[in-house]
């Protein structure tokens, strides 16, 4: 046995080689619902699949050994890993946001909100005084996630966690942009960090899931015993799936944010391009934040392309490896334009607070040779350029907000 084994000996090597029925290299899935008592009043290590499997357990200690935290509870999903911190709050607690976070984590704030099981206030974590100011207000969570999306705007890990601290809150941390291959905020002074497993952690975009990995050991039983309560765990199949592609994280990951910086060295040179967003560059406003606490800039960034809605259309229908979808982190390239799919529901007022503008374009760099990346890229803003004209700006949102509108009549479920 290796005393201190390095991250990327624990992602590769979780499991392995740890059958003791049959001597299996590759970890058996264990489907069973239930397990054998072995004895009366005698359970064994597993009784019930909703409080405890082998393959959830497996892929949760690899993570809390990853993240450096004393415990997980694997989740059915990203949104249930936040849920999961939420209802280890009292009712009516206050809980302090980014003002820019992940839709689907914004819209479970404000629902909780609305029914008033907890009190939410959003505030721009750039800002220090304003933050400040909030953190006066006797709050007991402070959600941080960096870098944001889709902008990759940088939060100081610790300064905030720090402030928090000495304001009487917790903190959590969405780590999903980056993954504990590039950086690890429990180190930073967060008590929480949360995982969109989705993304990076499985990376093959097939399992929807989550994690949350706690600091102190008696937080991750109490969020073990309320996963077990509510239900939120999730499936062994998911668990198996998801340390299939935990084995192959590191590698993936620095391919890919390899390929992304040459990406966006690439993009910020082209003329139809008026800025890139990618803490790698040294223009970017976060890039001495992220160089301190970050071990990469990550696989993740996104441009405003010139040339209004026919640019982006032309665009977007012009690359090859480059798939229109959302969602991040899987080995597959991915283009998706925020003002009118992750970020639709915004609402056109918000994205502009938010500094989201029509022209704004996401890229998650996958596995593919970098190459061929920047030949598609490199055609695909050619075609861009060769669009018709620009319509004038008002006939061009008048057009948008009557698509949006026309989508909108259908339900339609979109923040991803
Ligand atoms: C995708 C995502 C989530 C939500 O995760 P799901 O697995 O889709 O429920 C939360 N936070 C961030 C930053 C994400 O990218």
Redesign the pocket.
Known sequence: MIDQPKPETVAAGHGVASDTAFGAVSPPLYLSSTFVFEGYEQPGRYDYGRAGNPNRDMLGEALAALEGGAGAVVTS????A?DLVLGQLEGGAHVVAPHDC?G??LRLLKARAAKKQLRLTLADFADHAALDAVLTDTPALVLI?TPS?PLMRIVDIADVSARARTAGALVAA?N??LSPALQRPIALGADYV?H????YLNGHSDV???VVVAADPARAEALRAWANVTGVTGSPFDAWLTSRGLRTLFPRIERQQQSAGAIATFLAEQPQVAAVHYPGLATHPGHAIALRQQGGFGAMLSFELEGGVAAIKSFTESVQLFTLAE??GGIESLVAHPATMTHADMGMEARRIAGISDQLLRLSIGLEHVDDLLADLERALEASSAAPAPLCRQEELARRENRLRAQHTAPRDSA?
């Open positions: 999903s990203g949104m249930a936040i992940y689907g984590t996630e999306n969405d999903t942009f949360i969109s497993t989705t993304k929807i899931g989550g969602s991040l991803r």
